[in-house]
């Protein structure tokens, strides 16, 4: 009946006209969905650009801290994704305190919370469901097979966006974090945010804090945007990573503050074996704009599960406060693959243990069938810009005895020292490149090309 153009348009206009009218019941009664226009909910959630909005509240929301509400968000969630196709939708989360358990994604969908919005994590695990491990790792990170779903997840989704007014999702880690200090678990901790097999992805302007382990994690998928998150955890909370884009492709994360118990920013792309059968690798990305505190670990760290490869990485205007390194390059043999065309300039850091560190003998295998032939390339890696204080050592490179990481490139680089700091200042084995206006000078394995040699910065834009 419905077969000429403008009569399909009449057709979807007139869906449309009933949407933002019609009040939905649901076949067990158990909940009423008001869809309405954008404009008839909070001001600051109407110009995010979808046709059919609803509040948590319409599901029985209950913002208590105490009542659950994970039957609330999964319902909400799977009655407005019948909206995908017309417009999409958003679900808004307003002022207190949801207690939940795990939810899923939809496409075509926003997540949307208020300033005083706070989700708070379960710590029941019954409400987490244990789903497979990620086939480019093989078993967990914390235990052998399984791990449990995180607690804002999605998988094989297009268009979806978590964004707000600074509103905060809790994990109420510590339960987790003892756990795993005593050996307790029997499957790997959840993540706050994982988005799989996805592509057209936002996360931005919200507050996560106390992850029971890593905090955002898009994994498999591309044309992905983490932006002005503010992500806080203690920083003896264990693998309280901030942001790990793995094997992803065109991804930029900007105007972020990360106080973290591990890595700011971890790039990977697969554990050994698993990572490079499955064989997809991070490229395109774009790190800038970065605030980093990070005592026992990185502001950035490139692997160390790289299995899948990682590309064409570009990191500035970044900065490092109290951590124990700007960017460090984690592998060793069985990792197999390469990390290569990194690109970092204009770094600011400041309490630093030290500057530069890669290291080919980073152990932690997921069990003993990797490959003792799979040696991973390092090659032209560049730094150019960096200004640190207070700092212990400036640089410790070492590659893989007999496959030296090549290609390394350090220029326009001032690190003043600390107080005690390490007599010798540079540790180099199994490396080589170039130096340029380095100090202090480094060994002799970085060749000294003078002044007037600067390390390269592409200055083109990826196409996200």
Same mark, same amino acid.
């Given at each position: 009946m419905w077969t000429t153009p403008g009569r399909r348009k009449v057709y979807g206009d007139i869906l449309l006209l009933l949407g933002i009218l019609l009040v939905l019941v649901n076949i067990n009664g158990a909940a009423i969905l008001k869809v309405r226009g954008l404009d008839s909910l909070d001001d600051s959630a109407a110009g995010c650009g979808r046709r059919f909005s609803a509040s948590l509240t319409d599901f029985g929301g209950v913002g208590d801290g105490v009542t659950s509400n994970t039957m609330a968000f999964q319902t909400a969630i799977d009655s407005l994704s019948q909206f995908a196709s017309y417009g999409g939708s958003l679900l808004f989360v307003p002022p207190g305190k949801w207690l939940t358990g795990s939810f899923n994604l939809t496409s075509h969908f926003?997540?949307?919370?208020?300033?005083?919005?706070? &989700?708070?994590? *379960?710590?029941?695990?019954?409400?987490?469901?244990?789903?497979?491990?990620?086939?480019?790792?093989?078993? /967990?990170?914390?235990?052998? /097979? %399984?791990?449990?779903?995180?607690?804002?997840? #999605?998988?094989?989704?297009?268009? =979806?966006?978590?964004?707000?007014?600074? #509103?905060?999702?809790?994990? +109420?880690?510590?339960?987790?974090?003892?756990?795993?200090?005593? %050996?307790?678990?029997?499957?790997?901790?959840?993540?706050?945010?994982?988005?799989?097999?996805?592509?057209?992805?936002?996360?931005?302007?919200?507050?996560?804090? $106390?992850?029971?382990?890593? $905090?955002?994690?898009?994994?498999? *998928?591309?044309?992905?945007?983490? +932006?002005?998150?503010?992500?806080?955890?203690? =920083?003896?909370?264990? $693998?309280?990573?901030?942001?790990?884009?793995?094997? @992803?492709?065109?991804?930029?994360?900007?105007? @972020?503050?990360?106080?973290? #118990?591990?890595? @700011? &920013?971890? =790039?990977?792309? /697969?554990?050994? +074996?698993?990572?490079?059968?499955? %064989?997809?690798?991070?490229?395109?990305?774009?790190?800038?704009?970065?605030? @980093?505190?990070?005592?026992? *670990?990185? =502001?950035?760290?490139?692997?160390?599960?790289?299995?899948? %490869?990682?590309?064409?990485?570009?990191?500035?205007?970044?900065?490092?406060?109290?951590?124990?390194?700007?960017?460090?390059?984690?592998?060793?043999?069985?990792?197999? $693959?390469?990390v290569k065309d990194i690109y970092v300039r204009r770094m600011s850091m400041k309490t630093m243990k030290m500057v530069f560190w890669m290291a080919g003998n980073y152990g932690s295998h997921p069990d003993n069938d990797y490959d003792p032939n799979a040696i991973p390339v390092i090659q032209n890696i560049n730094f150019r810009d960096v200004v640190a204080e207070n700092v212990t050592m400036a640089g410790r490179l070492e590659g893989v005895p007999g496959h030296p990481f090549s290609g390394i490139c350090i220029s326009n680089v001032t690190i003043e020292l600390a107080k005690k700091p390490k007599k010798v200042q540079w540790n180099c084995s199994e490396i080589s490149g170039v130096s340029s206006d380095v100090t202090p000078k480094p060994c002799n394995l970085l060749m000294d090309q003078g002044p007037e040699n600067t390390c390269n910065f592409p200055e083109e834009d990826f196409p996200l």
């Open positions: 926003t997540l949307y919370l208020h300033k005083d919005a706070t &989700i708070l994590a *379960s710590q029941d695990e019954n409400e987490w469901a244990v789903i497979d491990p990620l086939p480019s790792y093989g078993r /967990g990170r914390d235990a052998a /097979g %399984g791990r449990y779903i995180s607690l804002i997840f #999605g998988t094989n989704l297009t268009d =979806v966006v978590i964004t707000g007014e600074n #509103g905060t999702v809790d994990g +109420q880690g510590v339960t987790w974090w003892d756990k795993f200090h005593k %050996g307790e678990l029997k499957y790997t901790r959840p993540y706050l945010i994982e988005i799989m097999y996805s592509q057209d992805v936002q996360i931005s302007n919200i507050t996560l804090m $106390n992850s029971p382990s890593w $905090n955002v994690h898009p994994v498999y *998928s591309s044309n992905v945007v983490v +932006q002005g998150l503010t992500i806080l955890a203690p =920083v003896t909370s264990p $693998n309280t990573d901030g942001i790990n884009p793995d094997s @992803c492709t065109n991804t930029r994360i900007e105007d @972020c503050y990360i106080v973290s #118990g591990d890595d @700011c &920013i971890a =790039v990977k792309s /697969g554990w050994d +074996q698993y990572g490079i059968k499955f %064989g997809m690798p991070t490229k395109q990305l774009v790190i800038r704009r970065l605030t @980093c505190i990070s005592p026992f *670990s990185a =502001v950035i760290a490139l692997g160390s599960e790289m299995s899948g %490869g990682i590309e064409d990485v570009r990191a500035e205007d970044i900065t490092g406060i109290n951590s124990e390194s700007a960017v460090r390059i984690k592998t060793a043999v069985g990792r197999g $693959n390469y």
